[in-house]
T-cell receptor, first 113, second 111 residues
C-alpha cells in the first residue's frame, strides 16, 4: 500500500526566516506530485506539480519554490517568509497519468509571526 | 475569478437526512470532476470521481454530472454525524495536472 508522509507536522516561524517543508511517498513508483496551500477553512490552492524527478511546474506565484530531488520526495521552500504564507500546506500524489485521483498527506500547519 | 463555484457555503442536516452539494464551473476545458471530503486537521480524501454525464452511485453517495451546463452535484443519503466535514468539488482539464478546487461546503450532521 502507498503511504505519504509530510514533515514537519507544524511550524512556527518568524517573518523573513527561511522555510523547508517536505513529503515522501512510499510504495508508488514515479508518482505525480503536488503542493497545495489552504487558508483556515478555505479552498485548496494548487502551488506546484511535478511529473518526473527534477522537473517542477509552478501554478501560482507566491514567493515559494519547489524541488523534486528524488522520485519519492517533494520539497517546498522559501528563503524569506511572509505573513501571508501562514496556512496549511498539503502534499499529494497521483498515478502517472492524467485525470487521476489525488491522495493527500496529513499536512503541515505553518504559522508565520 | 474562482473557476469552480460551490454552494451552499454551509449546510446543516439531521442524522439520517439528505445532504446535497452543488458545483458549477466557468471553464469549458474541465472534463474530469471529483468530490473530496476533509475532516478538521486532516488532508482531504477523495469520495468519488465522475467523468461521464449522468449519475454515479457509491454506497450512500451519489454524484451527478451535466457536462453541457458544467454542473456537478453530490448527494449523501442517510447522513451520519461522522459525515460532518468540509466538502470540495474539484475539476481538471485534458492535461490533468492542474486540479482546481471549489470553495468548499461545511456540512454539520446533528444527532
Amino acid at each position: 500500500a502507498q503511504t505519504i508522509h509530510q514533515w514537519p507536522v507544524a511550524e512556527i516561524k518568524a517573518v523573513g526566516s527561511p522555510l523547508s517543508l517536505g513529503c515522501t511517498i512510499k510504495g508508488k513508483s514515479s508518482p505525480n506530485l503536488y503542493w497545495y496551500w489552504q487558508a483556515t477553512g478555505g479552498t485548496l490552492q494548487q502551488l506546484f506539480y511535478s511529473i518526473t524527478v527534477g522537473q517542477v511546474e509552478s501554478v501560482v506565484q507566491l514567493n515559494l519554490s519547489a524541488s523534486r530531488p528524488k522520485d519519492d520526495q517533494f520539497i517546498l521552500s522559501t528563503e524569506k517568509l511572509l505573513l501571508s504564507h501562514s496556512g496549511f500546506y498539503l502534499c499529494a500524489w497521483s498515478s502517472q497519468s492524467s485525470a487521476e485521483t489525488l491522495y493527500f498527506g496529513s499536512g503541515t500547519r505553518l504559522t508565520v509571526l | 475569478q474562482q473557476k469552480v463555484q460551490q454552494s451552499p457555503e454551509s449546510l446543516s442536516v439531521p442524522e439520517g437526512g439528505m445532504a446535497s452539494f452543488n458545483c458549477t464551473s466557468s471553464d469549458r476545458n474541465f472534463q474530469y470532476f471529483w468530490w473530496y471530503r476533509q475532516h478538521s486537521g486532516e488532508g482531504p480524501k477523495a469520495l468519488m470521481s465522475i467523468f461521464s454525464d449522468g449519475d454515479k452511485k457509491e454506497g450512500r453517495f451519489t454524484a451527478h454530472l451535466n457536462k453541457a451546463s458544467l454542473h456537478v452535484s453530490l448527494h449523501i443519503r442517510d447522513s451520519q454525524p461522522s459525515d460532518s466535514a468540509l466538502y470540495f468539488c474539484a475539476a481538471s482539464g485534458a492535461g490533468g495536472y492542474k486540479v482546481v478546487f471549489g470553495s468548499g461546503t461545511r456540512l454539520l450532521v446533528s444527532p
